[in-house]
């Protein structure tokens, strides 16, 4: 079973192609993850993907909430050796990826890197938005399992059938995903990779609970 979704593959919305644009001017031959890392911050989240800068706008609230909700519950759970952050470099060989989340090892992260290797997480996550959909349902999820991240998570805030969220975790078999646990909002997701994670997809949108 692949990170595909189960119904088959989500419509492509019309405003990916806008949110996906070229930062800078081209040049003789690709881009470079040695390009990426020398960019300057920028609040947009500029990835390396085949070889081209693609930016991306800041997500809508309701997907920056989940991320922060997400991040405070697996957080909690983590092993004193493990952090847990949003939105931090990645280099998945020779591209460079921002998950929306990354689960790893607190040692790089406390000592200042400004990227991690593929190598160093146990979870990438990545949360749903319209424009992002065939990056996080087809490219990210497959260049994370060819690249040997353990764990892919991935947040569907905006289906069209059955209760929302929808959260999907994969493990890595062989270079790609099989799917290993789903829960929508209302159940209980369970896991015990990374480690042990038990939380209802629910305390991800809506009013925030106490």
């Known amino acids: 079973m692949s990170a595909l979704p189960d119904e088959g593959w989500p419509e492509a919305d019309p405003?990916?192609?806008?949110?996906?644009?070229?930062?800078l001017p081209r040049h003789s031959g690709p881009y470079t993850v040695e390009d990426w890392l020398a960019l300057p911050e920028t609040r947009e989240r500029i990835e390396l993907i085949d070889g081209s800068f693609v930016v991306s706008p800041a997500p809508a609230y309701d997907h920056a909430l989940c991320a922060q909700r997400l991040v405070r519950i697996l957080l909690d759970a983590a092993p004193n050796d493990v952090e847990v952050v949003e939105a931090a470099n990645v280099q998945v060989r020779e591209e460079g990826f921002i998950p929306d989340i990354v689960v790893g090892p607190a040692e790089p992260m406390i000592a200042g890197e400004v990227r991690l290797d593929s190598g160093d997480l146990l979870m990438a996550v990545e949360i749903v938005s319209p424009g992002n959909r065939k990056r996080d349902y087809l490219v990210k999820p497959s260049s994370y399992a060819a690249a040997g991240v353990p764990v892919f998570?991935?947040?569907?805030?905006?289906?069209?059938?059955?209760?929302?969220?929808?959260?999907?975790?994969?493990?890595?078999?062989?270079?790609?995903?099989?799917k290993v646990a789903a829960a929508r909002a209302g159940q209980t997701l369970s896991l015990t990779e990374p480690y042990e994670i038990v939380f209802d997809p629910a305390a991800l949108v809506g009013p925030r609970r106490r």
């Open 153 to 178: 998570m991935r947040v569907e805030l905006h289906g069209e059938e059955g209760a929302m969220p929808l959260v999907e975790v994969f493990t890595a078999k062989e270079g790609e995903y099989v």
């Open 15 to 23: 405003r990916e192609h806008r949110r996906s644009l070229i930062l």
